[in-house]
C-alpha cells in the first residue's frame, strides 16, 4: 500500500478592494512537513480580475504574486524569509492580512500522490472549469440528453 502523505494548503486570493470582500483564486500554496515541501501555483485570471475591478493594478498584483513561490523556494532570492524553516515560511505566507493578496484558511488533507497535489488543488480551486455552470438554486434543471 502506498504511503499516505498528510498537507496543508491554502489558496490564495488576489481582493482587488478590500472593502468588498470580492476575490479571485490565483493560486495554491502546498506544504507537506514529513517531507519538508513547500510549493505554490500561482495563475491570474486578469479577465476575471478587471470584471471585479477594471482599475486593478496588474502590474503590482503580478509583482506580488511573484514573490510567493520565490519565498517557497527560500534561499537568498526570498531574502530574510528565506532563512526561515519550511513550516515558518508556510505560516508566514497563510497569515491572516488585510490586503489585496488574502489566503483562504489552511485546509488539511492526505494523498499518496504529492507531486502531483499542487496540480490537482490548481485545477479544482483556481483555473476556471468549461463546465457549464450549475443551475441557481429553485431553478428547474436542465433536461437530461437523450441519444437515439
Known amino acids: 500500500?502506498?504511503?499516505?502523505?498528510?498537507?496543508?494548503?491554502?489558496?490564495?486570493?488576489?481582493?482587488?478592494?478590500?472593502e468588498r470582500g470580492e476575490f479571485v483564486n490565483?493560486?495554491?500554496?502546498?506544504s507537506c512537513a514529513a517531507l519538508?515541501?513547500?510549493q505554490a501555483g500561482i495563475e491570474?485570471?486578469?479577465?476575471?480580475?478587471?470584471?471585479?475591478?477594471?482599475?486593478?493594478?496588474?502590474?503590482?498584483i503580478r509583482a506580488a504574486l511573484a514573490t510567493i513561490p520565490l519565498?517557497?523556494?527560500?534561499?537568498?532570492?526570498a531574502g530574510a524569509l528565506g532563512r526561515l524553516s519550511v513550516r515558518?515560511?508556510?505560516?508566514?505566507?497563510?497569515?491572516?492580512?488585510s490586503s489585496s493578496l488574502?489566503?483562504?484558511?489552511?485546509?488539511?488533507?492526505?494523498?499518496?500522490?504529492?507531486?502531483?497535489?499542487?496540480d490537482a488543488l490548481m485545477q479544482k480551486m483556481v483555473r476556471a472549469t468549461a463546465s457549464s455552470p450549475s443551475p441557481r438554486r429553485g431553478a428547474p434543471a436542465a433536461p437530461p440528453s437523450t441519444t437515439g
Open 88 to 97: 515558518e515560511r508556510f505560516h508566514w505566507l497563510v497569515a491572516p492580512r
Open 102 to 118: 488574502q489566503t483562504s484558511a489552511v485546509h488539511t488533507g492526505r494523498c499518496t500522490d504529492i507531486a502531483a497535489l499542487l
Open 44 to 60: 491570474l485570471d486578469e479577465a476575471r480580475l478587471l470584471a471585479l475591478d477594471p482599475g486593478a493594478d496588474l502590474a503590482g
Open 26 to 30: 490565483a493560486g495554491v500554496i502546498v
Open 71 to 77: 519565498i517557497c523556494a527560500g534561499g537568498d532570492a
Open 36 to 38: 519538508g515541501l513547500l
Open 1 to 18: 500500500m502506498p504511503d499516505l502523505h498528510t498537507y496543508d494548503y491554502a489558496v490564495v486570493r488576489v481582493v482587488p478592494r478590500v
